[in-house]
Every structure is written in C-alpha cells, then in structure tokens.
C-alpha cells in the first residue's frame, strides 16, 4: 500500500492499516525468492483488487518463467484469497499457500475444529480442515494457528494491523488455505519465508524509488513504477553477473540497490588518455577493484546465441 499526500489521480481510500484514512494506491509486485527478480506486477489504484485483476495478474506471472522451470511455488497475503487466483494456480500446476481472510463461515469452521497442542510452531493451537468457501468450485485445506489473546486484548478489534492474523475476543488466529501435502509446521515455515518479498518491496519503495510517485496524472505514474522497477531488475542481474560461480540459491546473498551503488557505481576513477589509447584507472583504495574487474570482463564477454545468451559464469544456480 503507498498512501499519497497530494491529488494523484487513482487515489482511493481502502485498505490501509498504517494511515487509515489516507488515500493510497495498491501496487500488485510477485517476486522470484531464489534470485530476487521482479518477475511482474502493475501499478493499481487504491481500490482492493478484484479476482479477474489477480488472475490476470498471475498469468502473466506464470507467462514469465522460463519454459524450463519444472515445480512452481507460491505464497501469497490476503489480497490473494479468492477462488479465480486458486484456479489460476490448479492451471498451471502450482502448488500455492494463502493467507485467509475472516469470514463469519471460517470462524465458524474455526470455532467446531479439533485444535492440538502447536510444540513447533510460536502458536499455542493448531489444526486443519478441510472447507469450501463460498464461491469456490471445490474445498481445500486449510491451516490454523491460534494463540490466547492478553487479557488487555480480550476487547474484540475492529482491525488487526498485521496482516496474517485476524482475531476474536479470545484468540488471534492465523489461516492458510493450500493445495500442498506435508506438517502444519513446515508449511507455515514455508510461507513465513515470504518475508523476505516485504524487504524486496521495502528496497524498491526507498532504493528505487517505487513510491515516490512524480505526477497526478495515473498513466504517468503507472510509467513510473515500471522504470522503478526495471531499475530493480538491473540491480538484481548484475549482482547474478558478478556472483561466485560456487554459489547456490541458497547461499546466493542479496545485494541491495544502495549497496551496489557505493560498491560498483559511484566509485572514484580517472580517465586517462594516452597514445591513442583511453582508459580508466581507480584509486589503490578502491577495495572492491578485483570484483569490479571479473563484473566487467563477464559484460564484456555477453555473446547473442539465437534466442538465448552464452553463459558467462561457469556453473548454472541451482
């Protein structure tokens, strides 16, 4: 959510529980977790997105992946839970977790489960169900947690800020619907992973400068957020470009917009001429001098095969 402070075309006031009240845009961003790429999303006004828009939204997601890509896996907030973005996960064979939304029928469902003891999770409860909710084709299962609330918060609220729980006067509650097998735990495991798509959005707001939005007018601003994030993009494939060739996806590190800057952007150099020749040279001080020298001779060495590119580092990440 960008909430605005002037008269931006598309300003709407919805969904917003850090500046209720304020009227805002609700940009859609999905995220590549082993890599951190940008893989799709568009610059939406503040109105909460309707089902067609998140399908539409996932099929050009899932349009963008490379015809090698064997298993998908998704994990999406609230914003996804509706039966259109189910359905255009089951089309291609995704396996997916989603926050729930609170309905007075979950609750119900909630309220008549059998809950268990939760050792290996923050949670005091657990359970799973197997419910339809309204509107879908079929039922799924779904996944909770709960936990006491204080006794200062047995007032029931009107709204709970953080967006994976919703809550009762007893309990907060956690809920996941998914078409994944395996233990309550490991799952909410899996999709508490997709924090790390909180700091990749924080990075794009403050690095890129994806919520500093320059017009009133909305196209421009739509405009806006696609350059933000090709700017993203460039950052995420240069820090690919220049990653050990040992690394793996999951010792591969991120590197932010801000850091690569002061490490590979603005670095003090002299270009020189001489003898018809022209060069650069950076100071003996530049730390990062070796780095920057593999980062360049694998640009350089950037060959067009057909449809494709030649590698340039020689093992692929897996």
């Known amino acids: 959510v960008h909430t605005l402070y002037g008269k931006q075309v598309g300003a709407r006031k919805s969904y917003n529980p850090k500046n209720r009240g304020k009227k805002s845009y609700q940009p859609i961003l999905s995220f590549l977790a082993e890599t951190r790429e940008y893989v799709a999303g568009e610059l939406r006004n503040g109105d909460r997105p309707t089902g067609k828009q998140i399908a539409r939204h996932l099929q050009e997601v899932f349009q963008s992946l490379p015809h090698c890509v064997v298993s998908i896996f998704a ?3 609230s914003c996804f839970y509706c039966w259109e973005a189910v359905e255009a996960y089951e089309k291609f064979k995704c396996r997916f977790i989603i926050v729930a939304r609170k309905t007075s029928r979950l609750l119900e469902e909630l309220v008549a489960a059998q809950w268990k003891r939760s050792p290996r999770t923050d949670a005091d409860e657990q359970c799973e169900f ?5 509107g879908w084709g079929k039922p799924y299962r779904f996944i909770a947690l709960r936990s006491e609330n204080e006794p200062d918060d ?7 800020v953080q967006y994976q729980l919703f809550a009762t006067k007893q309990y907060k509650y956690r809920v996941f619907v998914t078409n ?3 233990p309550i735990d490991k799952l909410v495991w899996f999709y508490s992973q997709r924090a790390g798509a909180e700091n990749l959005i924080k990075e794009s707001n403050n690095d890129a400068g994806l919520a500093a939005h320059p017009s009133r007018l909305f196209v421009t601003n739509q405009n806006h957020f696609h350059l933000a994030m090709l700017a993203y993009n460039l950052n995420a494939w240069l820090m690919l470009f220049n990653r050990e060739a040992t690394d793996t996806t999951e010792s591969l590190k991120h ?3 801000a850091t690569a800057r002061l490490r590979f ?8 001429r001489h003898s018809g020749r022209t060069g650069v040279s950076f100071s ?5 001098k070796g780095l920057f020298r593999r980062l360049m001779e694998r640009l350089r060495a950037i060959d067009p095969r057909g449809d494709s590119f030649a590698p340039v580092v020689e093992s692929a990440l897996v």
Do not use: S
Request: glycine share 2%; net charge negative; hydrophobic share 35%.
């Open 265 to 272: 952007l603005f670095i003090a150099a002299k270009i020189w």
């Open 284 to 288: 003996d001080h530049y730390e990062e």
């Open 255 to 257: 590197t932010t917009l």
């Open 180 to 182: 994944m097998e395996g």
């Open 75 to 77: 994990r999406a907030d």
């Open 130 to 134: 197997w419910y339809q909710p309204k």
């Open 154 to 160: 047995e007032e029931e609220p009107d709204e709970v």
